[in-house]
């Protein structure tokens, strides 16, 4: 089995910067993909930003493009989205997500860590 655990949400003013992390445990060789995905009260999850776990190709949904960068640490099998700017808006829990390979859909997922961005 996989573990995903996510940590550094918080409280911060618009215009500041937080990192959250994703540490992953288990079989995480079979990792073809690790993705940030957040969920706002009232409103379906939605995809931030991925990363594939061989070569680090990454992708960032429009809305936080030029703001949040996702990036691993293979040795750590950690991966990270620095999110600069932030916006009210972008207030929601964070959850990472990992899949197995480019067909399967994100089987494993975290706990969510809560990101409050006041204005």
């Known amino acids: 089995q996989v573990q995903l655990v996510e940590s550094g949400g918080g409280l911060v003013q618009a215009g500041g910067s937080l990192r959250l992390s994703c540490a992953t445990s288990?079989?995480?060789?079979?990792?073809?993909?690790v993705g940030w995905f957040r969920q706002a009260p009232g409103k379906e999850r939605a995809f931030v930003a991925s990363?594939?776990?061989?070569?680090?190709?990454?992708y960032h949904a429009d809305s936080v493009k030029g703001r949040f960068t996702i990036s691993r640490d293979s040795a750590k099998n950690t991966v990270y989205l620095q999110m600069n700017s932030l916006k009210p808006e972008d207030t929601a829990v964070y959850y990472c997500?990992?899949?197995?390979?480019?067909?399967?859909?994100?089987?494993?997922w975290g706990q969510g860590t809560q990101v409050t961005v006041s204005s």
């Open positions: 997500a990992m899949r197995e390979n480019f067909y399967s859909d994100y089987d494993y």
């Open positions: 288990g079989r995480t060789f079979s990792c073809y993909s």
């Open positions: 990363v594939i776990w061989s070569g680090g190709s990454t």
